[in-house]
């Protein structure tokens, strides 16, 4: 997804320019000019070739759709809008949709960061059509970002889960595990969800304490990552922990520590598509995970290469 690591969110980001949100002419002005991103119920609208359709708000002339049933994304360098659209809304069609990690892995990084962005709040939006604490229809202001039950006045917000994501190491090794859901062979780093009442330092602790029975000595914030499956914030940290062999429980099929050069290995597999090969396989590329896998294994390489040249 776009945004992972620290420097790579300021390439593809729109300012979100909350002070338009109550502006509806501001909004009606920038309509006509405005890039709109279709949504459907499993991804964006896309052209024959994966791509993002460049549909204007002009040439969404048919339906019930427009600037008021749109959601207002922000604004990219030269001012011009971006909007998200239910594509049930409109006459306009595309070859075919597309969800959104394959979007990630294809799209220019400003479409695919806004194709996050109008994920992550059309998710919001479905699954708050009614008032949490009375069942009242909620109504949609803000261009989309703010929800209002009709019956108690109850404000709702789109909200967003952090979760940390934390690559572990016991000075020479990296910590990866498994779920037995995912596809045969991947491991990756430790992550969960934060629970309420306690900083991300205790999150990282209990989370890898959970999974694999290993206690954090230390830990370090490195870089954030938008997960919008549905509405996740990656918080991603390395840590130390005391030595000893993981123990899995309930969330994880297998747990293990890898020295460099199994990373190194595992890279080089996936790269070069070597099926024949049954060792195991990293994080999508797309990831904060794997960019926190290879971050450690920089951070490893450098310090063999320090040591041999101090011997």
């Known amino acids: 997804m776009p945004g992972c690591g620290p420097d790579a969110a300021p390439i593809a980001a729109l300012d979100r320019a909350d002070h338009l949100r109550d ?3 501001a909004l009606a002005a920038l309509w006509n000019d405005a890039r709109v991103l279709l949504l459907d119920d499993t991804g964006a609208v896309c052209d024959d070739q994966g791509q993002p359709v460049p549909l204007t708000g002009a040439q969404i002339s048919e339906g019930p759709g427009g600037v008021g049933a749109a959601a207002f994304l922000g604004l990219d360098e030269g001012g011009r809008g971006w909007f998200a659209l239910d594509a049930s809304l409109t006459a306009v069609s595309g070859a075919r949709s597309v969800d959104l990690r394959t979007a990630a892995a294809t799209w220019p990084a400003r479409e695919a960061a806004a194709f996050a962005e109008a994920r992550a709040l059309q998710s919001w939006r479905q699954g708050h059509r009614f008032c949490g604490t009375c069942g009242g229809e909620v109504a949609m202001l803000r261009a989309g970002w703010l929800g ?23 000075g020479a090794r990296l910590l990866l595990g498994r779920q037995s859901t995912w596809p045969a062979r991947r491991y990756s780093v430790i992550a969960g969800f934060v629970e309420p009442g306690e900083s991300l330092e205790q999150a990282v602790a209990r989370e890898v304490m959970e ?7 230390r830990c ?27 123990q899995v429980g309930v969330e994880l099929e297998d747990a293990r520590w890898f020295d460099a050069a199994q990373i190194r290995a595992a890279a080089a597999r996936e790269a070069a598509q070597d099926v024949d090969d049954d060792g195991p396989l990293l994080s999508s590329p797309i990831s904060i995970a794997r960019w926190l896998i290879e971050d450690w294994l920089a951070a490893a390489e450098g310090n063999a290469g320090a040591s041999n040249a101090a011997t």
Request: overall charge negative; some cysteine.
């Open 23 to 25: 502006d509806s002419n």
């Open 148 to 170: 209002r039950c009709e019956s108690c006045g109850l404000d709702h917000y789109p909200r967003t889960d952090p979760a940390v994501i934390v690559a572990v190491s016991d």
């Open 220 to 246: 370090r914030y490195l870089a954030s990552q938008p997960w919008p499956f549905p509405g996740a914030l990656m918080l991603g940290f390395a840590a130390e922990a005391e030595p000893g062999e993981p």
């Open 211 to 217: 999974e694999t029975g290993l206690r954090v000595r």
